[in-house]
């Protein structure tokens, strides 16, 4: 099949609503704040020192490196945003002359860091000179190279400057001329994956072979036997590895293309599969997409939460085995679910089945947008499905497990990872070719396709998703035939519920679907509306029985939100609450003081606590209370006091 265009995040202007708030915060606050935790300006955070390694690569400062090789690649991610949020607020016919400064300064500053052959990373600069490209399976020097790329390619798509895109393609050249099959070329890879991805979008925008070439050259070395990884670590004689970072860390345990689970860490895998969808998409490998199509099976079909998040285990931040996703231990990095997002997206444009669209909305609504605090000042970068502070405090095993968000992390990936998806999230919305326009996920604002000679213009009013509501006007396109395929939900169909779907006013019989899309074909006229109103009725959710830590218990589902119950609304003892599945969910919009949101009500029972001087064990049965349980959006917990949180419930 032809794989459908994305349409570019210029392309689409987000309006006020649910994405116009988070962009707007992401622009005004988050990126700004950002700036100062990577320069060491906010205090109590843990210390970045990201900028200032750059500027002692760059001879502009003295002293020594602080933090992790990869630290360069919080500075890159924060371009990227700076890119985005510049462009939005073009968009918006505004300016913010002070970002602009400051994202300026920090490509020329990336420019003077560069070496004269094109290199850049500024550990490598400052803190080991002269061991360029000699541990790639720790070095984390392409990964850095891959974030620089794609911000420069945001920041080129957002600017139209070449300054930083040009400072990439002297280091693309510089790493073409390291990498590769020839003669008197490295064969090796980097231990995480990024810079594939990156390069398949320098050379969408480049259409620079070179590029594709590199790209490809990556994804097929991984794994090849003997390891690249192997004979480097006899060379640096670093001895065995721990049993969990074994080559399946890196996913590199075999060749893609014969791989079929998704193992090891967790974003280093989607950040893989991204690469392998895009070389799908580019090079129509019928080899790697058969590994691709069943590492997603495994992955969002065995190893994947309910809201979407990945790596259920903490030590070295990696898959488990299937269905072994522990509530309370989870790891479920922010950035492993953004990597979903990023992952879904591309098997989306592969292959337009709203399967895919399915698993980008949990992940997004869910596991992602947690990671964010409603000011957008702090973040988690684990993301649990059940909380009980004093337990994180007391146990070993919990100890990556908080119940408050930081402001930093000395290893700070995840805020900067969240400021650019949410700042190009105009992006994963639609995507066209010759014959349709796709919309993925619903935004307010308006959308640009180009048709023939002229562009057809959608402009969307929802509140979509607070509300099911979507009402989509052609504002011009006059003519234009396309079919238009609008996501259905999952959540939307099924026995008992439905959508409505209305054209002009009148009511649409029996639309047809196609892969989870109605369709509406037609010659489009400028002033033409269509209405599409989804089920967002509260539901309940279970898992497969082979998910231990959930058989038994069920979720609430409210349109994309998985909602979570806290005990701000409840009080202590959330494991003591049970829910009754005849009872019916009553939702309503709610501002508990931090912006929007809802409460969702259910009834249920509570177990009551026996007298303190009770046994530990007895034969009584436990003795019930009747009791409303009342959830929010898992997104949006941690937001008023500390307290426990829980998402699972057992029913009565
Ligand atoms: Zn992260």
């Keep these: 099949m032809e794989s459908a265009r994305e349409l570019s995040f210029k392309d689409v202007r987000i309006g006020p609503g649910f994405w116009g708030d988070r962009q707007g915060l992401v622009a005004e606050a988050v990126v700004p704040y950002q700036w100062k935790a990577l320069n060491d300006e906010i205090p109590g955070a843990a210390p970045s020192h990201a900028v200032e390694n750059l500027r002692i690569a760059a001879g502009l400062s003295s002293g020594e490196f602080h933090g992790f090789q990869f630290q360069d690649s919080d500075v890159a991610k924060w371009i990227e945003a700076a890119s985005y949020a510049i462009a939005a607020l073009a968009a918006a016919g505004r300016r913010d002359p002070e970002l602009e400064r400051a994202m300026d300064g920090a490509i020329e500053l990336v420019g003077a860091a560069q070496q004269s052959d094109g290199y850049i990373q500024s550990y490598y600069s400052v803190a080991a000179k002269g061991k360029r490209w000699t541990d790639l399976e720790w070095g984390h020097e392409l990964y850095c190279g891959g974030h620089l790329i794609e911000a420069a390619v945001a920041h080129f798509q957002a600017t139209l400057s070449r300054k930083f895109l040009d400072i990439m393609l002297r280091y693309v050249d510089c790493v073409d001329a390291a990498f590769g099959i020839e003669e008197g070329k490295r064969r090796g890879y980097d231990g995480h994956p990024e810079i594939e ?74 950040y893989l599969y991204c690469a392998m969808a895009d070389y799908v998409r580019e090079g129509c490998d019928p080899g790697l997409r058969g590994a691709l199509s069943a590492i997603w099976e495994n992955a969002t079909g065995r190893r994947m939460y309910v809201t979407g998040a990945m790596g259920s285990q903490a030590y070295a931040e990696r898959h488990s085995i299937d269905f072994d996703l522990p509530s309370d231990t989870a790891y479920a990095e922010t950035c492993a679910s953004i990597g979903l997002v990023m992952w879904a997206w591309r098997m989306l444009l592969v292959d337009p089945d709203s399967r895919y669209a399915e698993v980008l909305e949990r992940a997004l609504y869910n ?95 929802t509140d979509y998703p607070w509300e099911g509501l979507v009402r989509i006007r052609v504002e011009s396109g006059e003519g234009v035939e396309r079919a238009l395929r609008l996501r259905v939900p999952e959540w939307s169909l099924g026995p008992g519920r439905g959508f409505s779907l209305r054209l002009n006013g009148e009511i649409v019989p029996a639309p047809s679907m196609e892969r989870g899309y109605a369709v509406l074909a037609r010659a489009w006229r400028p002033g033409d509306l269509v209405e599409l109103e989804l089920d967002m009725r509260a539901r309940l959710l279970y898992s497969r029985p082979e998910l231990g830590e959930a058989i038994g218990l069920a979720c609430v589902q409210r349109g994309p939100f998985i909602l979570c119950a806290e005990e701000a609304d409840n009080g202590p003892g959330l494991h003591r609450l049970e829910l009754d599945p005849s009872s019916a969910i009553a939702v309503a919009r709610e501002d508990y003081g931090f912006g929007p949101s809802l409460r969702a009500e259910i009834g249920g029972r509570r177990v009551i606590l026996p007298p303190p001087g009770a046994p530990l064990y007895g034969t009584e049965p436990p003795a019930y209370e009747p009791c409303r349980v009342k959830l929010i959006p898992y997104f949006q917990w941690a937001n008023r006091d500390d307290g426990e949180m829980r998402v699972w419930f057992r029913t009565m």
Excluded at 395 to 419: K, L, M, T, Y
């Design 197 to 270: 991805l990156a390069l398949f979008k320098l050379y969408r925008v480049t259409r620079d072979e070179r590029h594709l070439r590199l790209a490809r050259y990556f994804v097929d070395e991984r794994g090849r036997k003997p390891c690249y990884f192997d004979a480097e670590r006899e060379r640096l004689g670093t001895g065995k590895r721990h049993r969990m970072l074994e080559l399946d860390y890196f996913q590199a345990q075999a060749p893609l293309r014969e791989q079929r689970t998704a193992e090891g860490h967790a974003v280093r895998g989607a």
């Design 367 to 461: 596991g992602v947008l947690s990671g964010m605090s409603a000011d957008g000042k702090r973040f988690f970068y684990v993301n649990p499905l059940e909380v009980r502070p004093a337990v994180d405090r007391a146990r070993q095993d919990h100890e990556h497990v908080r119940s408050r968000r930081f402001e930093w992390f000395g290893c700070a990936c995840c805020p900067p990872n969240i400021a650019r998806l949410v700042g190009s999230i105009g992006g994963y919305a639609y995507a066209f070719d010759e014959a349709s326009v796709w919309v993925h996920n619903y935004v307010a604002g308006s959308a640009s396709f180009p048709a023939g000679s002229g562009n057809l213009i959608l402009a969307v009013e």
